[in-house]
C-alpha cells in the first residue's frame, strides 16, 4: 500500500461528556477512493471535519504530506458574504491554479456566475459548492454528502466527473449507487471506533453483519462466562477457605470489560399503521395540464393508480415532480382534465422540506400533539417515550425542541409522525433525505410490505429499483411519461439514458500523553526504603463476616426477581391493559438490575479483602 498523504491517528473527541470518537483511525493514499459509513450520530462528518482541520479532536494525530491540497465540502456550505457565484469559487482557488476553471466549473454545473448566493435554492447552493471544490483540482476531496439536494442528472454527472479526477476521494453519502460506483474501500465507524474493508461499498453490507455477527458471540461468551466464575465463587463460599486470588481478579476484570462495553446500536422498528382498504382504483387521471405563465408543467397527463402499487416520480429539480403530484392527489386543481379519487381513501403525506415540522415544539409534542405522554399509533395508544426508542430517541430527548435536532433526526420524527397514522395511501415526498443506510434499510423493507398505495418522488436510484413498481419520468417541458419496473428498467427502455433538457443542465493537536498503568507510580519508586514498622494484622469485622454470608442469598434472589420481571414485561398486551403498571414494572426492573450489580460488586471487594487477610 502506498504511504498515506493523509493520516488521523488515535482520534478522541467528546461532546457533552458522551465520547463520540474513541481511538478512531483514516488513511488516504494518493488516488484513493474512501468512503465513510456509519448510522446517524456515529461520527462520519465529525471525522471528516478532523481530517479537514475544522474542528481540534480532545486527543490524536492528524499528518497532511507536505505540499498537499486539500478541500473540503460541509453537509450546509456558508455561501455568505460573496455577492456573485462566480465570487464564491473563486474564493477557493489558490495561487497557482487556473482563473479560468472557476468559470468552468460553474458552466458546467449548470450556473451563470452572476446569481447572488443569499438567494439560491438548495439544489443551486450544492452545485455552487461542488464547483468551488473540484475547480482546484486537489490532491484530496473531503466530500459530506455531496449528492444532498441534486436532482438525477446533476448526480449521474458529478460520478462521471470524479471518476475522472486523479484526486484522492473521502466521501460520506446514503446514496447507494453512487457509493458502489466510486469507493474502492471503506471505513465504517462503530462505537467510536474505525473499521477499514479494502472493498468498495458494495461488499460492505456482508462484511458488517459478519463482523457483528462475531461481536454478538463474543458478547454471549463473556456472558457465559462471567456466569460461569459466580457460581464457582458462590458454590466454593463453604466448601473451601481459601481463594485462586488471581480467579478473583480475572473476575473482576471480565465484569469491567462488560460494562465497558458500548455493545450494538440500537435498531429502528419501523411498521406503518394502516387503514381499511381503499377501492381498487385509488386515482384516476386523464389529460391532467398545468401551466404557470408561458411554463408548461404538466400536459396532458394520464394515469390510473390501483390499490396496491408503488409509483416513483423522476426529474430534474425544477421539472414540476412535487406539482404533479399535488394535482393527481386532489391538493391542487389542473387547469385542465379531470382527477377522479377511489373510494375509502386515508391518506398520510411526507413533505420534502420537513415544513410541517415547528422548531420550537417539543420533540415528544410532535408525536402525542402536547397534553399527553400517550400517542395513538394505528389506533393503539403507546406511551411516547417507548415510541421514541422505536426511531432511535433518547428518552431525555424527548423535551428537546425539533429544531435543536439533526437532519436525520428530523426525518425520523417525520417518518415516526407519518407512520402512527392509518393510511392506505402513502405520499412520499424525497422520504430518504438526511437518513443512514440502515434506517434507509428499514423504511425499504415497510414499504415492501405495506398493502397500501405508495407514491414516491425520489432522487435515490437504488431505492426507486428497490420499491417501486413503475416509473413516472420527466421528458421535456410539460411532458411526463410512465415505464413499468424502476429506475434502471426505465433507463433500459429509454436506451440507457436519462434526458434533460433543461438549460446547461450537467448532465491538530498533539498526541495525548500515553496513561500511566496501575502500578507505574509504584514500579517508579526507588528500590531503598527505610524499614517500615511491622503491621498490625487485620481481621474481618463483624459486618463484612455477616455480608459475606448473605450476599450469595441476596445476589440469587435479586436474579429470580429479575427473571420474574422480565417475565411481566414481555407480556404483550400488559402496556394496552395497564401503563402505570407497565411503567412501574419497568422501572423496577432497571432499579432491581442496578441493586444486582452492586451486590455482586459488593460480594467481590468482601472476597479480595478476605483473600489478603488471610495471604498476609
Excluded at 409534542?365 to 395513538?376: A, F, H, Q, R, W
Excluded at 394505528?378 to 421514541?388: F, Q
Excluded at 424525497?430 to 434499510?441: A, F, M, R, S, V
Aim: proline share 6%; aromatic share 6%; glycine share 10%.
Amino acid at each position: 500500500m502506498a504511504p498515506p498523504i493523509l493520516s488521523l491517528r488515535d482520534i478522541h473527541l467528546t461532546f457533552g461528556g458522551t465520547p463520540l470518537l474513541e481511538g478512531a483511525e483514516l488513511a488516504v493514499s494518493a488516488g484513493e477512493r474512501l468512503c465513510l459509513v456509519g448510522r446517524n450520530g456515529s461520527g462520519k462528518s465529525t471525522l471528516l471535519k478532523i481530517a479537514a482541520g475544522e474542528i481540534a479532536m480532545d486527543g490524536g494525530e492528524r499528518f497532511v504530506q507536505p505540499g498537499t491540497t486539500l478541500r473540503y465540502l460541509p453537509q450546509e456550505p456558508d455561501l455568505s458574504g460573496f455577492a456573485t457565484t462566480l465570487a464564491y469559487v473563486e474564493a477557493g482557488l489558490g495561487p497557482n491554479d487556473d482563473p479560468y476553471a472557476a468559470h468552468y466549473r460553474i458552466d458546467q454545473l449548470g450556473l451563470t456566475g452572476t446569481e447572488d448566493p443569499a438567494v439560491l435554492s438548495g439544489g443551486e447552493a450544492r452545485r455552487c459548492a461542488l464547483a468551488r471544490v473540484l475547480a482546484p483540482a486537489p490532491d484530496i476531496l473531503l466530500l459530506d454528502e455531496p449528492t444532498n439536494h441534486l436532482d438525477l442528472p446533476a448526480i449521474e454527472w458529478l460520478e462521471e466527473t470524479l471518476k475522472s479526477l486523479r484526486s484522492a476521494i473521502v466521501m460520506v453519502s446514503h446514496d447507494r449507487r453512487f457509493l458502489e460506483h466510486l469507493s474502492h474501500a471503506t471505513v465504517w465507524i462503530y462505537n467510536g471506533e474505525s473499521h477499514r474493508l479494502e472493498q468498495g461499498f458494495g461488499e460492505f453490507e456482508n462484511w458488517r453483519d459478519g463482523m457483528l455477527e462475531q461481536a454478538e458471540t463474543e458478547r454471549h461468551k463473556l456472558k457465559r462466562k462471567i456466569h460461569a466464575e459466580m457460581e464457582w465463587m458462590r458454590k466454593g463460599v463453604t466448601a473451601r477457605r481459601k481463594r485462586n486470588q488471581g480467579r478473583l481478579r480475572a473476575l473482576q476484570d471480565l465484569r469491567q470489560r462488560r460494562r465497558d462495553e458500548r455493545g450494538p446500536a440500537g435498531t429502528v422498528t419501523m411498521a406503518a399503521s394502516q387503514a381499511d382498504a381503499s377501492g381498487k382504483l385509488v386515482i384516476e387521471a386523464r389529460d391532467v395540464e398545468k401551466t404557470y405563465g408561458d411554463q408548461p408543467i404538466v400536459s396532458a397527463f394520464s394515469l390510473r393508480v390501483l390499490r396496491g402499487e408503488k409509483i416513483g416520480f423522476v426529474g430534474p429539480n425544477g421539472a414540476g415532480k412535487t406539482t404533479l403530484l399535488n394535482l393527481i392527489t386532489g391538493v391542487l386543481k389542473p387547469d385542465g382534465g379531470r382527477v377522479k379519487l377511489g373510494a375509502n381513501l386515508e391518506t398520510v403525506t411526507l413533505d420534502q422540506e420537513r415544513e410541517s415540522l415547528n422548531p420550537d415544539t417539543p420533540l415528544a409534542d410532535v408525536l402525542t400533539g402536547g397534553g399527553s405522554d400517550m400517542v395513538s399509533v394505528g389506533g393503539t395508544p403507546r406511551h411516547v417515550l417507548s415510541y421514541l426508542k422505536d426511531f432511535l430517541f433518547d428518552p431525555a430527548q424527548a423535551r428537546t425542541p425539533v429544531g435543536a435536532l439533526s437532519g436525520g433526526e428530523r426525518g425520523r420524527v417525520m417518518l415516526a409522525r407519518a407512520l402512527a397514522r392509518p393510511s392506505n395511501l402513502l405520499i412520499l415526498d424525497e422520504p430518504t433525505n438526511d437518513l443512514d443506510l440502515e434506517t434507509l434499510d428499514l423504511l425499504q423493507e415497510m414499504l415492501s410490505e405495506y398493502a397500501g398505495t405508495v407514491l414516491l418522488v425520489s432522487h435515490d436510484r437504488d431505492f426507486l429499483d428497490r420499491i417501486v413498481t413503475s416509473t413516472v419520468a420527466w421528458e421535456g417541458p410539460g411532458r411526463w411519461v410512465q415505464y413499468a419496473g424502476g429506475y434502471s428498467d426505465m433507463l433500459a427502455q429509454k436506451g440507457g439514458k436519462f434526458e434533460t433538457k433543461t438549460p446547461r443542465a450537467p448532465g491538530g493537536k498533539p498526541a495525548a500523553k500515553p496513561v500511566a498503568k496501575p502500578g507505574a507510580e509504584r514500579m517508579a519508586e526507588p528500590a531503598a526504603k527505610p524499614a517500615a514498622k511491622p503491621a498490625i494484622r487485620k481481621k474481618l469485622t463483624f459486618k463484612d463476616k455477616h455480608a459475606l454470608e448473605t450476599l450469595p442469598g441476596r445476589i440469587a434472589a435479586l436474579e429470580r426477581s429479575i427473571a420474574e420481571l422480565q417475565g411481566r414485561l414481555a407480556d404483550p398486551g400488559f402496556f394496552a391493559k395497564d401503563p402505570d403498571g407497565f411503567n412501574k414494572t419497568a422501572a423496577a426492573l432497571e432499579q432491581t438490575v442496578a441493586e444486582l450489580a452492586a451486590a455482586e460488586d459488593d460480594w467481590l471487594a468482601l472476597e479480595m479483602k478476605r483473600e489478603e487477610i488471610e495471604g498476609a
